[in-house]
C-alpha cells in the first residue's frame, strides 16, 4: 500500500544515503550545497502531481529541476522536496507539421538531435547541456532568436502541473492568460512537463567568426562592431567578451551566422576593417556542434557568480566600463570576471511587448560578468569582482533577463526584469494560479496578498 511518504512512482524516491541522491541534488554551481528531505526523479506527468500533493502534505518547500543550469541553485530546497524532472527527456518531432513535442526534463541538445536531421531547429540556448524548460520559461535567447524569436515565441502550447497537483494545458486558445504568463515568467505558476515547439528549416550550416584584439586597443573596435550590428542581417547573432590572458586582456568581437556560410563570408571582410587583430578565428561548423562548442565537462565542479544588464545603447562610456570590467585600469588583477556581450533585435523585437510575459524586447545588447573559480576562499573576492563590473554598466542599463538574475538580487531583481505594469499582470496571475506560493523557490512573482 502506498503511504503519505512513499508514493506510487513511475520514478524515484530517493532520500539521503540513498545511491543517485548526491548526482541529483548537483546543479551548475559548487557553492549550492543543500540537502532536500526527499528527491522525486520523476518518470511521468504522474509523478509531478504526486510529488506536489506529497510536498503540500508535508508542508515541505518544493524546489525543480530541469537541467539544474540555475546557477542560484533555486532546484535545490534545504530540507524540502526536489522534483526531478530529468527522467522526463523525451522529444518527439513531427517533420511534416514542423513540430516538436518537448518533455520538462529535455535539455537543449536532445531537442537539436531530434530535429536536426530534417534540417530543423528551433531557439534553443547557447549550450546543449541547458534544461529546455528553465530556459524556455524565462524566455530562452540562443542562435537563432534574431531570426524565429525567443523559445517562449515559439511554443505553441504548455502542459502544466497546478500547485493543487491538477494538469491543465495553455495555448492561444486554451488558458490564454496562463499562456501569457508561462512565455516569460518563469517557474511562478506551475510546473511544465510539456512543450510544443515550432521548428523551423534552418539547414545544417553555420559560420563563426571571432577577431581578438588587445583591450587598450578595443574602443575603436567596439564603436564599429556596435555600428555594423545596427544593420547586420537577421542570419548574424553579433558577440563580444573580454577576458584575462597570460598576455594582457583581450577583446574579442565577431557574430555567429546560423545558414549558408558564403552569405555570412560577407561580413567577415567588415570585421577585419575593424582594426589590427591579433588573432582571428573563422569556422564552419555544423548547428549541432555550434550548439556544443560552449559545452563544457565537469562544470558543476566550479564554483559561479554572474552579474547582469539588457542595455538598449552602448555609447563609447559603456565601452570604456565594458574594458575595465569593474577595475580602475585595464590590468586590473587576475580575479576580475569575463564579461560578454550578445546582440537581441531582428524576430525577438517584432513580438509585441504585450504579447507576453518576457520584456525588454527593445533590447539591443545583453551584459554578462562572470567568474567561475575553486577555491572557497576566493568566495567573496569573486563575487564582488563581478558585481563591480556589472555596477559599471548600471548607468546604461534598461533591465535584465530574468533568467540571468543571481540568487541574491531577490524583489529588487525581479522588479528589474519585468515593468510594473507587466509586473502587476504578473502578479494578478499568479493570486489565480499559486494564491499561497508554493513555487516561490524561483526569481518569485509573489501573490497580491502576500
Known amino acids: ?24 541534488r548537483t546543479v551548475w554551481n559548487a557553492m549550492i550545497d543543500r540537502r532536500p528531505r526527499m528527491i522525486v526523479r520523476a518518470a511521468s506527468v504522474a509523478d509531478v502531481v504526486a510529488a506536489v500533493r506529497l510536498a503540500r502534505e508535508l ?8 537541467g539544474g543550469h540555475n546557477v542560484a541553485g533555486l532546484a535545490v530546497p534545504a530540507d524540502g522536496l526536489m522534483i526531478d524532472l530529468t527522467p522526463l527527456n523525451d522529444v518527439r518531432v513531427d517533420p511534416i507539421r514542423r513540430r516538436a513535442r518537448v518533455q520538462g526534463g529535455a535539455l537543449l541538445g536532445a531537442l537539436d538531435r531530434a530535429s536536426q536531421p530534417y534540417g530543423l531547429a528551433t531557439t534553443a540556448g547557447n549550450v546543449s547541456h541547458t534544461g529546455v524548460g528553465g530556459l524556455t520559461l524565462g524566455g530562452g535567447m540562443g542562435w537563432l532568436a534574431r531570426q524565429h524569436g525567443l523559445a517562449c515565441d515559439n511554443v505553441a502550447s504548455y502542459t502544466m502541473v497546478t500547485a493543487d497537483g491538477e494538469v491543465v494545458t495553455a495555448s492561444r486558445t486554451e488558458n490564454l492568460d496562463l499562456f501569457w504568463g508561462l512565455r516569460g515568467g518563469g517557474g511562478n505558476f506551475g510546473i511544465v512537463t510539456d512543450f510544443d515547439f515550432q521548428l523551423h528549416h534552418t539547414g545544417t550550416q553555420t559560420l563563426v567568426a571571432e577577431f581578438d584584439f588587445r583591450a587598450e586597443d578595443a574602443v575603436p573596435v567596439l564603436e564599429g562592431w556596435r555600428d555594423l550590428n545596427a544593420v547586420a ?31 555570412g563570408h560577407r561580413l567577415v571582410p567588415a570585421m577585419r576593417a575593424l582594426g589590427r587583430p591579433v588573432a582571428e578565428r573563422v569556422t564552419t561548423p555544423s548547428y549541432l556542434e555550434l550548439q556544443q562548442r560552449d559545452d563544457t565537462t565537469g562544470g558543476h565542479a566550479y564554483r559561479r557568480y554572474s552579474s547582469a544588464h539588457y542595455l538598449r545603447q552602448f555609447p563609447t562610456a559603456a565601452i570604456e566600463a565594458f574594458l575595465l570590467r569593474g577595475a580602475t585600469d585595464l590590468h586590473g588583477g587576475t580575479q576580475l570576471p569575463g564579461v560578454g556581450l550578445q546582440a537581441y533585435g531582428g524576430a525577438i523585437a517584432d513580438v509585441a511587448d504585450a504579447d ?28 564582488a569582482a563581478a558585481r563591480r563590473a556589472g555596477s559599471a554598466l548600471d548607468p546604461y542599463a534598461d533591465g535584465v533577463y530574468v533568467n540571468s538574475l543571481a540568487g541574491d538580487e531577490g524583489q529588487r531583481g525581479v522588479r528589474r526584469a ?33
Open 233 to 263: 542581417p537577421r542570419q548574424a547573432t553579433f558577440t563580444a567578451d573580454v577576458r584575462s590572458t597570460a598576455s594582457g586582456p583581450i577583446a574579442t568581437v565577431g557574430f555567429v551566422w546560423v545558414g549558408d556560410p558564403a552569405q
Open 59 to 66: 508542508d515541505l518547500e518544493i524546489g525543480v529541476r530541469c
Open 356 to 383: 507576453a510575459a518576457f520584456s525588454h524586447r527593445g533590447t539591443t545588447f545583453e551584459f554578462g560578468a562572470g567568474s567561475r573559480w575553486t577555491e572557497p576562499s576566493e568566495d567573496d573576492a569573486r563575487m
Open 418 to 450: 519585468y515593468p510594473a505594469a507587466k509586473l502587476a499582470r504578473l502578479t494578478a496571475l499568479k493570486t489565480v494560479w499559486d494564491p499561497q506560493n508554493v513555487f516561490h523557490l524561483n526569481h518569485n512573482i509573489r501573490p497580491s496578498h502576500a
Open 1 to 24: 500500500m502506498t503511504t503519505a511518504t512513499s508514493p506510487r512512482l513511475d520514478g524515484r524516491l530517493l532520500t539521503p544515503g540513498d545511491p543517485g541522491y548526491d548526482a541529483a
